[in-house]
């Protein structure tokens, strides 16, 4: 059993930026990567960055690719997601997801909103 926290989301201009975390609580050792997924209005779930929970491996979206930047802190069971330059159709619900041997787990997600 695992249980995800997002927090970090929020109201922003374009151009600003916001740093999302991720707290994981349960049975963290047989995760194998986290990342953060979002779902704008009308729109399907899209996986935005991942991260191994060993090594250095990571993952972006092409849309995002320099512009968020996806980090853990292992000693926290804290994935974050910085999110700079931000853009309007950056606005989505933003979930944090953990990914183990046998299970999918999802945080409630957390809303982040560019205005233009």
């Known amino acids: 059993q695992m249980r995800l926290v997002e927090s970090g989301g929020g109201l922003v201009q374009a151009g600003g930026s916001l740093r999302l975390s991720c707290v994981a609580s349960g049975s963290i050792f047989r995760i194998r990567y986290m990342g953060w997924y979002r779902q704008a209005t009308g729109k399907q779930r899209e996986l935005v960055a991942r991260?191994?929970?060993?090594?250095?491996?990571?993952y972006y979206t092409d849309s995002v690719e320099g512009r968020f930047t996806i980090s853990r802190d292992n000693a926290k069971n804290t994935v974050y997601l910085q999110m700079t330059s931000l853009k309007p159709e950056d606005t989505a619900v933003y979930y944090c997801?953990?990914?183990?041997?046998?299970?999918?787990?999802w945080g409630q997600g957390t809303q982040v909103t560019v205005s233009s």
């Open positions: 997801n953990a990914v183990g041997a046998s299970a999918d787990y």
């Open positions: 991260i191994m929970m060993s090594g250095t491996s990571t």
